[in-house]
Nanobody, 119 residues
């Protein structure tokens, strides 16, 4: 059973920075495709950034140049460095793991960590 635990959220002023972490247990982390999503009240869940096991990254247009996704396979941890935060970045940030299985993959979610950006 894969478990994902996010941390690092909080309240920050616009223009500030935060680093989110997602600690993973229960799988061979280096094989997992890892994704950060966010969900604001009344809005659809949005893919923020993703990273493959080999380190290929993708970003939503709204965060390009401000957010950086990374992973430390030795520590089984995913990160999201967020800079120049804006009030519209306020949301619950969720960690998602797509774990390879015999056919396809299985998906797991963390509980989320709240990020609130004040203007």
């Amino acid at each position: 059973q894969v478990q994902l635990v996010e941390s690092g959220g909080g309240l920050v002023q616009a223009g500030g920075s935060l680093r989110l972490s997602c600690a993973a247990t229960g799988s061979i982390f280096s094989r997992n495709y890892m994704v950060w999503y966010r969900q604001a009240p009344g809005k659809q869940r949005e893919l923020v950034a993703s990273i493959t096991g080999g380190g290929t990254r993708t970003y939503a247009d709204s965060v390009k140049g401000r957010f950086t996704i990374s992973r430390d396979n030795a520590k089984n941890t995913l990160y999201l460095q967020m800079s120049n935060l804006k009030p519209e970045d306020t949301a619950a940030y969720l960690c998602n793991a797509r774990v390879p299985v015999t056919v396809g993959f299985r998906e797991y979610w963390g509980q989320g960590t709240q990020v609130t950006v004040s203007s």
